[in-house]
């Protein structure tokens, strides 16, 4: 090679390193379709950047963008493609068909930028409708791909293939193929979790209930006295609270900045190990308190309020999560339901409870649901909610399974101050009543 072209590729091969990969590409259309299901957007809407749920023949915008940020063809194609390449037909389907449909009516104006072409789209497309039991749509489809490419073999086969199918049971022509969702096995809880979602934390019925309330939270600290905390009961079994303004505006940013470098994709306690997984997407990391004296002033802060002991090792480090479009934490339990749970080796026992705190707002989406409790809380920013996650008996609670729903538009952070059952003897006695 000469020097100049060797040149080029060291200079390349250093700026690849930025730019976004495979997994990256995936991830994001992953994160497309993962929007698509739980906020029942339709994929027409999704590429020209508005957000529409679509019940029958119902049509509601969930959230209205200022802009418009449309996608193209080629961006549809991408998406589809991935779904294409995991055998998942039910979301290539829509997306491919989005992307046909921009390419039919571009075409002729390639743009550097694109991979696919019209008659990729409609080869993928074709093929997933055949997949799915659709012969005639993969036949017209396939038919369509000839009129700009007469001499392809193999789709001059698929053609005469198709058309010897529907000879042969012309019932194929018009049966209107279902194809079932994939399901993830995660979610045994699924539709409740999206009904979740979909009312964005929205509770209509909650000033109806008089036994949930708000008031100046003193707990009989000093600390509160003078600056009490306004606390908002939202349930009371299991007992979770919101606490207003828990922090400040430059409180949260400041939180966020040093949590910022040290960012890394989530994992979530796997047996023995901790993994990454698609049930739970976003970045996190861990704040000891010796990085800033302020990390101090929010551990003193828990403590009045919760009346818990928050120093290590009786609570956790204070983990930072960022979630990005299309994030998401489905439907889990803070507290080990294993004894081997990674969580047991700081040996100060179970998170008793959970003290996470919304250090952002979100545009759209994000809001926390609890599932089995029915009721969800939008990011309220600069709040804290605060629940038990252990009966006083030490038994996990299982109505306390709760989620963080996808981020539809914004940026979302939390703050999570997990406390252990060790330490709370006196402050939150045990009882042997399982109600408790
Ligand atoms: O992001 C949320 O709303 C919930 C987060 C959560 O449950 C967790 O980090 O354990
Ligand atoms: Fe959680």
């Given at each position: 090679?000469?020097?100049?072209?060797?040149?080029?590729?060291?200079?390349?091969?250093?700026?690849?390193?930025?730019?976004?990969?495979?997994?990256?590409?995936?991830?994001?259309?992953?994160a497309l379709m993962r929007l698509q299901d739980v906020y029942m957007l339709n994929v027409k809407g999704l590429a020209r950047g508005v957000f529409q749920r679509v019940t029958g023949s119902a049509v509601t915008d969930l959230y209205s963008p200022r802009r418009l940020f449309s996608l193209t063809a080629d961006d549809c194609f991408q998406v589809g493609k991935v779904a294409y390449d995991m055998g998942d037909y039910y979301h290539a389907i829509p997306w491919l068909e989005e992307a046909v449909s921009l390419f039919r009516g571009s075409y002729g104006e390639w743009k550097?930028?694109?991979?696919?072409?019209?008659?990729?789209?409609?080869?993928?497309?074709?093929?997933?409708?055949?997949?799915?039991?659709?012969?005639?749509?993969?036949?017209?489809?396939?038919?369509?791909?000839?009129l700009y490419s007469p001499d392809?073999?193999?789709?001059?086969?698929?053609?005469?293939?198709?058309?010897?199918?529907?000879?042969?049971?012309?019932?194929?022509?018009?049966?209107?193929?279902?194809i079932q969702r994939p399901n993830v096995p995660h979610l045994q809880t699924r539709d409740t979790y999206e009904g979740l979602c979909q009312t964005l934390g929205s509770q209509p019925t909650h000033y109806q209930i008089p036994s949930l309330y708000c008031s100046y939270e003193t707990n009989s600290s000093p600390f509160l006295l003078l600056q009490p905390v306004r606390k908002e009961v939202i349930h009371l079994e299991p007992y979770v609270v919101l606490y207003h303004d828990f922090v400040s505006d430059s409180e949260a940013q400041k939180i966020r900045g040093l949590a910022e470098p040290w960012l890394q994709r989530s994992v979530v306690a796997s047996g023995e190990k901790q993994l990454?997984?698609?049930?739970?997407?976003?970045?996190?990391?861990?704040?000891?308190?010796?990085?800033?004296?302020?990390?101090?002033?929010?551990d003193h802060r828990i403590a009045a309020l919760t009346g818990l002991d928050v120093q290590p090792p009786y609570a956790e480090y204070l983990q930072?999560?960022?979630?990005?479009?299309?994030?998401?934490?489905?439907?889990?339990?803070?507290?080990?339901?294993?004894?081997?749970?990674?969580?047991?080796?700081?040996k100060s026992g179970n998170r008793v409870a959970t003290f996470m705190i919304y250090l952002s707002s979100v545009e759209a989406g994000g809001a926390t649901a609890f599932i089995y409790a029915n009721f969800s809380v939008p990011v309220v920013k600069n709040a804290a909610l605060f629940w038990w996650n252990l009966h006083r008996s030490g038994e996990g609670d299982s109505d306390t399974l709760h989620a963080g729903c996808p981020v539809l538009v914004g940026d979302k952070?939390?703050?999570?101050?997990?406390?252990?059952?060790?330490?709370?003897?006196?402050?939150?006695?045990?009882?042997?009543?399982?109600e408790d």
């Open positions: 090679m000469k020097d100049n072209e060797v040149a080029l590729k060291d200079g390349y091969e250093k700026e690849e390193q930025d730019l976004p990969a495979f997994e990256d590409l995936e991830g994001a259309a992953r550097t930028e694109d991979e696919g072409s019209l008659e990729d789209a409609l080869d993928h497309l074709a093929f997933a409708y055949f997949q799915a039991g659709n012969v005639s749509c993969a036949l017209s489809l396939s038919r369509e791909f000839l392809n073999k193999r789709m001059a086969r698929n053609v005469l293939k198709y058309e010897k199918l529907l000879a042969e049971s012309p019932n194929q022509v018009v049966a209107e193929a279902v990454p997984v698609e049930y739970r997407i976003s970045k996190s990391a861990w704040l000891k308190d010796t990085v800033d004296p302020m990390l101090v002033t929010l930072v999560v960022n979630y990005g479009i299309g994030g998401h934490y489905e439907p889990h339990f803070d507290h080990a339901t294993s004894p081997t749970s990674p969580l047991y080796r700081m952070w939390v703050a999570n101050k997990w406390i252990h059952e060790y330490g709370q003897e006196f402050r939150r006695p045990c009882s042997s009543s399982p």
